[in-house]
C-alpha cells in the first residue's frame, strides 16, 4: 500500500513503477530457495557407488533408497527450515553409508562362499585324481598279476616239457635222471661214445634253469672189491660232471659222490638186478 502511494504523489509516474518492479524482483530472486548445503556432497557420494559394479550387484535395494533420501535432502527449504535440511543432508548421508556397508559385507561374504566353493571343488578334484590313481595302479597291479599269473603257467608247462624230455621222475629230493650202466663199458669211467643223449638233454635243461644245483651220484654192483667199486663209481659221476661242464655248465652247480654197492636199488643175486645197480643217478635239486 505504501508503494501504490508512493506511485500517485510522485512526478514521473512510468519511471516511479520500473523501479519499484526491479526492485520487487531483486527482491524475489534474492529471497529464492536454493539445494540445502552438504546435499552436492551426498549425491557425488550416490554416483560414486552407482558407479561401483560391486554396490549396484550386492546393494541393489539400499542404493535405492539412499537415492530416494538424496533427492529429498536436494529438495530447497526456507530459511526458517535449515534444520530440517540439515537433518536430510544427514538421513541421507547415514543412508549412503549403510548401502556401502551392507555391500562390502556381502561382497566379502560372496567371495568367501566363492572361495570356499573353489575350496571344494579342489579337494573333490584332489580326491578324483587320487581315486583315478588308485584305480590305475589297480588295474596296473591285476594286468602285472595276471601277465605273471600267465608267465608262471609258461614257465610250468615248459619245465614240464623238458622234465618229460629227460624222462626224469620227481621226487622228494628234486627230479631224479637215471643214466643206466650203458653209458659206461665194464669196468670202465669213460662215457662209451664221448656223448649220450641223455647227458645233451641234461645239459640243455641245466643250461635253462642256471639256477638249479645238481648232485651226482655213482653207483655199481656188488661185483669186485668195496674200495674198487667205491672209486669206479665216483669215477663215473666226475665223468658225468666233466661232460656237464664241457657243455658249458658252472662246475659250482655239480656235487659229486661215489656210493659203491652201498645203495641198490635191485637185488645183486641176478645179472638183471646188479644191471639196475649200476647206474649214474643226477639229481636236479629243486629251487628254494
Known amino acids: 500500500m505504501m508503494t501504490l502511494s508512493l506511485v500517485k504523489t510522485v512526478p ?13 524482483l531483486l527482491t ?9 548445503d552438504g546435499s552436492e556432497n551426498v549425491r557425488d557420494k550416490l554416483t560414486e557407488l552407482q558407479q561401483n559394479p560391486a554396490m549396484m550387484t550386492h546393494a ?13 535432502a536436494e529438495q530447497p527449504l526456507g530459511g526458517d527450515d535449515e534444520a ?6 544427514y538421513m541421507a548421508d547415514r543412508a549412503l553409508d549403510i548401502a556401502r556397508a551392507k555391500g562390502q559385507t556381502r561382497l566379502l561374504e560372496a567371495e568367501r562362499t566363492q572361495l570356499g566353493e573353489q575350496r571344494d571343488a579342489a579337494r573333490l578334484a584332489a580326491r578324483t585324481r587320487e581315486a ?10 591285476r594286468s ?6 600267465a608267465m608262471s603257467a609258461r614257465e610250468a608247462e615248459e619245465l614240464q616239457r623238458q622234465i618229460d624230455l629227460l624222462e ?5 629230493r628234486g627230479l631224479v635222471l637215471t643214466l643206466g650202466d650203458v653209458l659206461f663199458a665194464t669196468g670202465s669211467a669213460e662215457i662209451q661214445g664221448g656223448t649220450n643223449d641223455n647227458l645233451e638233454k641234461l645239459a640243455n635243461f641245466l643250461d635253462q634253469y642256471p639256477d638249479r ?3 651226482i651220484e655213482g653207483h655199481t654192483d656188488n661185483v669186485g672189491s668195496a674200495g674198487f667199486n667205491q672209486t669206479l663209481s665216483r669215477q663215473r659221476a666226475e665223468s658225468v660232471r666233466r661232460f656237464l661242464v664241457d657243455r658249458g655248465i658252472d662246475r659250482s652247480r655239480l656235487s659229486v659222490s661215489g656210493f659203491g654197492f652201498e645203495r641198490p636199488v635191485a637185488g645183486n643175486d641176478t645179472s638183471t638186478g646188479r644191471q639196475q645197480n649200476r647206474r649214474v643217478e643226477v639229481i636236479i635239486e629243486n629251487r628254494e
Open 144 to 149: 602285472s598279476q595276471e601277465a605273471a599269473a
Open 60 to 72: 541393489r535395494v539400499e542404493l535405492r533408497d539412499a537415492e530416494a533420501a538424496v533427492e529429498l
Open 84 to 89: 530440517l535440511a540439515a537433518h536430510r543432508v
Open 213 to 215: 644245483k645238481v648232485l
Open 28 to 36: 524475489a530472486c534474492a529471497t529464492a530457495p536454493t539445494s540445502p
Open 132 to 141: 583315478d590313481r588308485a584305480r590305475a595302479e589297480a588295474e596296473s597291479a
Open 168 to 172: 626224469a621222475e620227481a621226487t622228494e
Open 12 to 24: 514521473g509516474r512510468k519511471t516511479t513503477m520500473a523501479l519499484v518492479l526491479s526492485s520487487a
